[in-house]
């Protein structure tokens, strides 16, 4: 997807900017002070088998999509992997199956619908769960049906406990990233197009067609290292 494409899929951009605005914000007052509270007391160990059992916990999803996207071969893979870390690595707290050669995958109810053509849409920034397309929206309330924690876990406390869980986690795993970022003038920006850019390379497996098009400049923002400096 060409950066002047990425610019004009972003229809949206005066509301997503306010909720990116609002993102940032509480990030600072809350997201990032817990997230490194959590490194800083937490020993390395510990956060790898919280991460490798959140991921396990919603690995389903995974496997739910590979069959919808009809691909038996990865299907298979990641069905293995799922038992193998479920019952070898204790409930999903390690993770044996990738030393197997069983490596972790990424698909969800969004990159099916775009396996099979249905176009993302516009981009959207989400309050506090950050960037999405209006397709990978409702991609993320399906997957939430696909989740076995949906069906198995009663506890409203528990749940709740499960998700605050996630996010702090996976914001502990972007501060390393935040230097990087930091580089960047129009922050928001470089968050869509990378984020438009890495969707597209989810659905094509790796493999994304190729745009014979010229690529445009895109006036709105930077869109390297090198022109955000």
Not at 205 to 214: T, V
Request: glycine fraction near 8%; charge should be negative.
């Amino acid at each position: 997807m060409r950066p002047a494409e990425r610019s004009r899929n972003d229809r949206f951009e005066h509301y997503n900017r306010a909720i990116f605005r609002f993102n940032q914000q509480l990030d600072k007052a809350v997201a990032r002070p817990v997230a490194v509270a959590y490194v800083k007391v937490t020993p390395e160990p510990v956060r790898s088998g919280v991460s490798n059992f959140l991921a396990n916990l919603s690995y389903p999803v995974v496997v739910v999509n590979d069959a919808l996207q009809a691909k038996p071969k990865q299907f298979g893979r990641d069905t293995a992997r799922l038992v193998i870390n479920t019952t070898l690595g204790i409930g999903g707290l390690f993770d044996p199956a990738t030393k197997l050669g069983l490596e972790s995958r990424d698909e969800d109810f969004g990159q099916t619908m775009g396996y099979w053509g249905v176009p993302s849409g516009p981009f959207l920034m989400l309050p506090i769960l950050g960037p999405s397309t209006v397709r990978d929206a409702f991609g993320k309330v399906a997957d939430h049906f696909t989740e076995p924690k949906t069906y198995y876990v009663n506890s409203t406390t528990l749940s709740w406990g499960l998700t605050g869980a996630g996010l702090v986690d996976k914001r502990a795993g972007l501060l390393d990233a935040e230097a990087a970022l930091n580089r960047y003038f129009d922050q928001y920006a470089f968050i869509r197009n990378a984020y438009l850019q890495r969707r597209e390379f989810l659905i094509y497996d790796g493999n994304p067609p190729d745009d014979p098009a010229p690529e445009e400049p895109d006036d709105s923002a930077p869109d390297s290292p090198t022109e955000a400096k």
